[in-house]
């Protein structure tokens, strides 16, 4: 059974940085793909930032050039970087893994980000 577990989320203002972590227990991360989704009050889940086994990163949109996910296959951890953070930023950060082969998804149970003065 995987687990992923999310920290780093919390309060801040406006124009402010975060850096979220998600920790993954499978010898598997390595060779996984790795997600960060978010879900604001009354919206539904969206996709935030991916990264491949090999490290390429794609982003959403409204993300582009203010946030930056990466990886590190030796602590089976990724980040999301998050800069210059607005209020439409406010949401749950969720980490999600992707098993090679089997295409099964695994989630973590979320990490609360408040943009806000």
């Known amino acids: 059974q995987v687990q992923l577990v999310e920290s780093g989320g919390g309060l801040v203002q406006p124009g402010g940085s975060l850096r979220l972590s998600c920790a993954a227990s499978?010898?598997?991360?390595?060779?996984?793909?790795m997600g960060w989704y978010r879900q604001a009050p009354g919206k539904q889940r969206e996709l935030v930032a991916t990264?491949?086994?090999?490290?390429?990163?794609n982003y959403a949109d409204s993300v582009k050039g203010r946030f930056t996910i990466s990886r590190d296959n030796i602590k089976n951890t990724v980040y999301l970087q998050m800069t210059s953070l607005e209020p439409d930023d406010t949401a749950v950060y969720y980490c999600k893994l992707r098993l090679p082969l089997s295409g099964v998804d695994y989630w973590g149970k979320g990490t609360l980000v408040t943009v806000s003065s």
């Open positions: 990264i491949t086994v090999g490290g390429s990163p």
């Open positions: 499978t010898t598997n991360f390595r060779i996984s793909a």
